[in-house]
Nanobody
Framework: QVQYVESGGGMVQPGGSLRLSCSAS????????MTWYRQAPGQEREIVAV????????VYHDAVKGRFIMSRDSAINTVYLQMNNLKPEATARYYC?????????????WGPGTQVTVSS
């Protein structure tokens, strides 16, 4: 059964850093493209970063380019999001998910997410 457990969120001051982790089970992260999403209160969920299946390419949201780094550790089936120089607009709940084929119902599964709050 597919599961995601996101962790590492918290409250940080502007300019600070956090490292989010996403431990996946029920599938192998290196077999799929993986995405970090975030959702702020009252807003639509948006893509933050997408890593290719091969792990050799990551596409970032324009708002986080140069400050966020997505990586993975295939040995422990975990993906990460290193967030540096955080800004208040990064405040949101963060989720990770594999990119399943559209017809695959496993694409409807989400983890609980981890809350990031950037505030002085």
């Amino acid at each position: 059964q597919v599961q995601y457990v996101e962790s590492g969120g918290g409250m940080v001051q502007p300019g600070g850093s956090l490292r989010l982790s996403c431990s996946a089970s029920g599938f192998t992260v290196s077999n799929y493209a993986m995405t970090w999403y975030r959702q702020a209160p009252g807003q639509e969920r948006e893509i933050v970063a997408v890593m290719s299946r091969a792990g050799d390419n990551v596409v970032y949201h324009d708002a986080v380019k140069g400050r966020f780094i997505m990586s993975r550790d295939s040995a422990i089936n975990t993906v990460y999001l290193q967030m540096n120089n955080l800004k208040p607009e990064a405040t949101a709940r963060y989720y990770c998910k594999a990119e399943w084929p559209k017809s695959d119902l496993r694409g409807t599964i989400w983890g609980p997410g981890t809350q990031v709050t950037v505030s002085s």
